[in-house]
Nanobody, 122 residues
Framework: QVQLVESGGGLVQPGGSLRLSCVVSRTTLSSYAWFRQAPGKEREFVAAIRWSSDSPWYGDAAKGRFTIARDNAKNTMYLQMNRLNPEDTAVYYC?????????????????WGQGTQVTVSS
């Protein structure tokens, strides 16, 4: 079993920044990712990273604005979000997958955190 615990969500003004954290109980799985889900919408892939190689990949909404990173010493994954806009408002989840490479489908992720709310509003 793998536990993932997100933190760092909150209210931020348009154009602002926020950093989400996800503490993971194991770092030996294949991929670790951030997804988000807005009310009435499907869960959307944001970004992911292979813990072993520290190699990231991004969804379209994140490219150029968000950065995923991991700190091996702290068993923590981060999502740095810049230039936020109201369309980024959602619950953000971290997830882990046992197998696969560069996967973006939520169905292929086996473990999930409880989510953290991000609201972008003036």
């Amino acid at each position: 079993q793998v536990q993932l615990v997100e933190s760092g969500g909150g209210l931020v003004q348009p154009g602002g920044s926020l950093r989400l954290s996800c503490v993971v109980s194991r770092t030996t799985l294949s991929s670790y990712a951030w997804f988000r889900q807005a009310p009435g919408k499907e869960r959307e892939f944001v970004a992911a990273i292979r813990w072993s190689s520290d190699s990231p990949w991004y969804g379209d909404a994140a490219k150029g604005r968000f950065t995923i990173a991991r700190d091996n010493a702290k068993n923590t994954m981060y999502l740095q979000m810049n230039r936020l806009n109201p369309e980024d408002t959602a619950v953000y989840y971290c997830a882990a997958s046992r197998v696969g490479e560069r996967i973006t489908n939520s169905m292929e992720y086996d473990y999930w955190g409880q989510g953290t709310q991000v609201t972008v509003s003036s």
